[in-house]
């Protein structure tokens, strides 16, 4: 159903785009019926695309842009193109993330290693200086 639709928008975009100022009364669009053109423009209108006054539907400025990317069906083409190019970007990010997080711990883990070196380095010497100065007072006196 939804195809259909996105199938008469395209037509009845088309079909506006060719008068001279943009704007056509929705009865005139080809072939659907009243009641059908009717809701037809309403759809076009919650999307965005027209202006309804009565019966009479002019081009927003997206309706404008839709016509210039080829028609309503290759703008959602396009539509759907860079919504999957967001959702690689927002998967690539919380993947560039993920890694972050692992160097930071593995950082914090490699200072904790370095951290414990320094430590023990300062007690052996610490010890050895210790021990150094027992030795001298003791052969000392």
Request: hydrophobic share 45%; glycine share 6%.
């Amino acid at each position: 159903m939804t195809d259909d639709i996105d199938v008469l928008i395209d037509k009845c975009l088309r079909q506006i785009s060719l008068t001279k100022d943009c704007s056509l009364l929705y009865p005139m669009f080809s072939d659907i019926g009243y009641d059908k053109a009717k809701r037809l423009a309403e759809i076009m209108q919650d999307k965005g695309l027209i202006i309804l006054d009565q019966q009479l539907c002019s081009f927003r400025d997206l309706a404008y842009t839709v016509i210039k990317q080829g028609g309503w069906i290759a703008h959602l083409d396009i539509q759907a193109e860079e919504k999957k190019q967001e959702e690689a970007d927002k998967a690539s990010q919380r993947h560039n993330t993920k890694l972050d997080i692992v160097y930071k711990y593995l950082g914090i883990i490699g200072m904790g290693y370095v951290f414990v070196d320094i430590l023990a380095l300062f007690f052996t010497k610490v010890k050895f200086g210790l021990l150094s100065y027992l030795i001298q007072l003791l052969f000392n006196n």
